[in-house]
Every structure is written in C-alpha cells, then in structure tokens.
T-cell receptor
Framework: GAVVSQHPSWVICKSGTSVKIECRSL??????MFWYRQFPKQSLMLMAT?????????EQGVEKDKFLINHASLTLSTLTVTSAHPEDSSFYIC???????????FGPGTRLTVT | QKEVEQNSGPLSVPEGAIASLNCTYS??????FFWYRQYSGKSPELIMF????GDKEDGRFTAQLNKASQYVSLLIRDSQPSDSATYLC??????????FGSGTRLSIRP
C-alpha cells in the first residue's frame, strides 16, 4: 500500500491561532486525500475529501471556513485549522484512497492540543 | 440508523481463544469491506479486506461476509495480548471513501 506521512506528529497552540497540518503521499500519486478527526474513545469522523487541483468536499457539519484544505499537488494536502479553540483539540488523520479497491492508506496522525 | 454498526465492547477474550467481532451495514450496494486495527494514540492499520461472500483467511485472521444479511465479521484465532486494540469495521462507499463503524474494543486477558 501507499506510504503516507504527516507533519507535525503533535502540536500545541494557543486559542485563536491557526495551525497547518501537512499530509504527504510518499510513493503514490494521490488525486484524492481524506481528512479525519478522532476524539478520545470515538471513531474516525470524515471531515472532508481533498481533491487535487480543485475544491475540497466537506462533510455535513464541518465548517469549511474554519478547516481550510489545500491539495495543490499529487503528493501534498494541507489542513489548516483557523482560529483554533480548545474544542478543536483532537487527533487528525489523513489518508489516500485507492479508487479501484476503496482501500485507505493512513498517515500516522497529528495530535492537536489547543490551550 | 447508523450506516455501519459495531458493538463498542469491551470484548474480553482469554489468551489463546477465538475472538469474534461483528459488524452490520445499511447500504446494500456496498462492495468493499475492511477491518482495521487501531492501537491507542495511533492511526488505523489494515488487517483484512473482503469483497466476496464467504470467508477469507489470512494467518490467524478470518473475515466473513454475508451480503444478503449485510453482515461482516472478523475472527481472530489463538488470540494474543498484542491483539488488544480497537477494531474498526469499514465499508466502501462512493467516491473512494469508506464509512467507519464506531469500533469494538478487544481485550485479550493472559
């Protein structure tokens, strides 16, 4: 499967600031990437589908102006959490998907803590 | 009704026994089914995938799919303490995205 990296692996920021998380597909040309959020003891929640060269598709209830997604190349998608608040503290995971098999290749995740 | 349902557990199984994890899904048109294992603080890793009715075996793991009943399961034979984790059932949807269940916490007791 594809190898996906994320940076940073963890980040602490102050309330009101913005944080950018990078997701890189190291050996796979990812036209589509997915961003998930996971709160403690809960399952993965799909936030948005990132499409290379076009706008991201957000899931219902996810604020697109707060969670900015950019997918400018086949190997990089970024998620920017703008004006972060403590309730945005979560584990953010990206993945790429194989269109033929639906198999997902996950990055290692980014732990965001907003103080 | 949730699209993918799992019992949250925890499911406690003695070491060496068979652990049985179950999942139901609502979309009859689904064609791809996955089991992921997730350790605390880590991202999910793929254990098994299955596309056809019946059983699929890989080492100690067996995935079972019954599309008529909209049911997919995962059996873990000879359970080891290292199998203790949360197991996520996932079903392929449109546009290459998959829908995850809420996960079942499995605990293997020595």
């Amino acid at each position: 499967g594809a190898v996906v990296s994320q940076h940073p692996s963890w980040v602490i920021c102050k309330s009101g600031t913005s944080v950018k998380i990078e997701c890189r597909s190291l050996d796979f040309q990812a036209t589509t990437m997915f961003w998930y959020r996971q709160f403690p003891k809960q399952s993965l929640m799909l936030m948005a589908t990132s499409n290379e060269g076009s706008k991201a598709t957000y899931e219902q209830g996810v604020e697109k102006d707060k969670f900015l997604i950019n997918h400018a190349s086949l190997t990089l998608s970024t998620l920017t959490v703008t004006s972060a608040h403590p309730e945005d503290s979560s584990f953010y995971i990206c993945s790429t998907g194989d269109r033929a098999t639906y198999e997902q290749y996950f990055g290692p995740g980014t732990r965001l803590t907003v103080t | 009704q949730k699209e993918v349902e799992q019992n949250s557990g925890p499911l406690s199984v003695p070491e060496g026994a068979i652990a049985s994890l179950n999942c139901t899904y609502s979309d009859r048109g689904s064609q791809s089914f996955f089991w992921y294992r997730q350790y605390s603080g880590k991202s999910p890793e793929l254990i098994m995938f299955i596309y056809s009715n019946g059983d699929k075996e890989d080492g100690r793991f067996t995935a079972q799919l019954n599309k008529a009943s909209q049911y997919v399961s995962l059996l873990i034979r000879d359970s080891q303490p290292s199998d203790s984790a949360t197991y996520l059932c996932a079903v392929g949807s449109s546009a290459s995205k998959i829908i995850f269940g809420s996960g079942t916490r499995l605990s293997i007791r020595p």
